[in-house]
């Protein structure tokens, strides 16, 4: 559905202020560097490896479709996504038709231990189209990437690939019905650890209540492959809603409970399952937020699932115009579920993190961010539990 004439005119004027613009799409290219100072490299029980780690994050984010007015300034990915939660779902004058796709690869170098050397590949994808009752929303995103893994207690290498699709037709002003469904795939290169595929079906019939408050009820279903270890599958009976009070607070949850099925030959599990997240804007310069999440998965080492219950909270506080600091921290427990037969090792993890950070903005197209993080993991197996502080100055520029 191509926009008319003086629409194309404003999107061309809107965006040649913001962005390059090559045979239609417009080009936002982007750049980090970081150098941090890591105590406790390889996330160690003992012996810990200390060193200064450099990261070099080049980057290029390229987007089509009619969004320019909207967001007159540099876009990224994540802009896009949650455009798409508004404008596609919720507000028939916002952009209805975009696609964003964005590469940042990371080069990773080590001062005095040159052999853990690591190059990052983080890829993203988001598009979004509106009919005049349908909309059809796609995300995926690619990554191929060291991290700290609390699980397996080390640094290892991951991949992940993860794909949602989801779909919203209008049955009414008030009432509408969506369809979504997920592929997530994860992997470590090196084959001693499991990964695991996971397909996933998610329906839901929303109701408006007033003019602020959408309830909703539905049903997931879900099908669950580990490499090594025989395969789940769940069912869960769901509801939400989502509260937003303009300019003072966004609300979204979701809670429901869970029947899993183990082919192993485990007793099924009936468990708890929510999300819930929160911005509450307590004045012009004061933001709060709120995460809190259940869920369940496979452990790398197979034979056994893990559950997560945690939360994570922040504050973010406005100074001036371009100086702001924000504090945050969160907590999981992770309990280990043995699924065959055999004695279970009794594994449970209380995992904490703490991170402060200054930025300040030079200007639209330059920001600087000074931070101090601390991870924790008390583990009821010592090998895994550790202690990491990480102190560090990060540059980031944008077109």
């Known amino acids: 559905?191509?926009?008319?004439?003086?629409?194309?005119?404003?999107?061309?004027?809107?965006?040649?202020?913001?962005?390059?613009?090559?045979?239609?799409?417009?080009?936002?290219?982007?750049?980090?560097?970081?150098?941090?100072?890591?105590?406790?490299?390889?996330?160690?029980?003992?012996?810990?490896?200390?060193?200064?780690?450099?990261?070099?994050?080049?980057?290029?984010t390229v987007t089509a479709g009619d969004i320019a007015a909207?967001?007159?300034?540099?876009?990224?990915?994540?802009?896009?996504?949650?455009?798409?939660?508004?404008?596609?779902?919720?507000?028939?004058?916002?952009?209805?038709?975009?696609?964003?796709?964005?590469?940042?690869?990371?080069?990773?170098?080590?001062?005095?231990?040159?052999?853990?050397?690591?190059?990052?590949?983080?890829?993203?994808?988001?598009a979004g189209y509106a009919f005049s009752k349908l909309a059809l929303g796609l995300d995926q995103d690619f990554t191929w990437m060291d991290e700290k893994a609390n699980e397996v207690g080390d640094l290892v290498t991951v991949s992940r690939l993860d794909t949602r699709l989801r779909s919203r037709y209008e049955l009414n002003d008030e009432s509408s019905l969506e369809i979504n469904a997920r592929y997530d795939r994860l992997r470590y290169p090196n084959e001693v650890y499991q990964g695991y595929d996971e397909v996933r079906n998610e329906d839901w019939y929303n109701r408006l209540i007033g003019a602020r408050l959408e309830a909703g009820i539905g049903a997931a279903f879900g099908f669950v492959y580990p490499q090594y270890s025989p395969n789940e599958h769940y069912e869960q009976g769901l509801a939400r809603g989502i509260y937003s009070l303009t300019g003072k607070l966004d609300l979204r949850a979701s809670v429901g409970v869970e029947v899993r099925q183990y082919d192993s030959g485990a007793s099924a599990t009936t468990d708890p399952v929510f999300s819930i997240g929160a911005d509450y804007y307590l004045r012009a310069s004061t933001t709060l937020s709120l995460e809190a999440h259940r869920r369940q998965q496979p452990s790398y080492e197979g034979e056994y699932n893990y559950q997560t219950t945690g939360f994570n909270i922040g504050v973010r506080q406005q100074f001036s115009a371009g100086l702001?600091?924000?504090?945050?921290?969160?907590?999981?427990?992770?309990?280990?579920?043995?699924?065959?037969?055999?004695?279970?090792?009794?594994?449970a993890d209380d995992a904490f993190w703490v991170r402060v950070s200054l930025d300040y903005e030079f200007n639209r197209h330059l920001t600087a961010t000074l931070f101090y993080t601390m991870r924790q993991d008390d583990s009821s197996l010592n090998q895994y539990s550790y202690t990491d502080n990480m102190v560090g100055v990060r540059a980031m520029w944008r077109y």
């Open 70 to 126: 909207y967001v007159p300034g540099w876009v990224s990915l994540d802009q896009l996504r949650e455009l798409a939660r508004y404008s596609l779902i919720d507000e028939s004058t916002m952009p209805q038709r975009f696609l964003g796709l964005d590469y940042s690869p990371g080069f990773n170098l080590f001062t005095e231990n040159p052999h853990l050397d690591y190059v990052d590949q983080v890829e993203g994808f988001s």
């Open 324 to 347: 702001s600091t924000t504090v945050s921290g969160g907590y999981d427990y992770d309990e280990y579920l043995r699924l065959g037969s055999g004695p279970s090792n009794n594994r």
């Open 1 to 60: 559905m191509p926009p008319e004439k003086a629409s194309e005119e404003t999107l061309d004027q809107s965006v040649s202020r913001a962005s390059l613009r090559f045979e239609g799409l417009d080009l936002f290219p982007h750049a980090a560097v970081t150098s941090m100072y890591d105590d406790n490299v390889l996330i160690s029980h003992t012996n810990a490896v200390s060193d200064v780690q450099w990261t070099l994050a080049p980057g290029l």
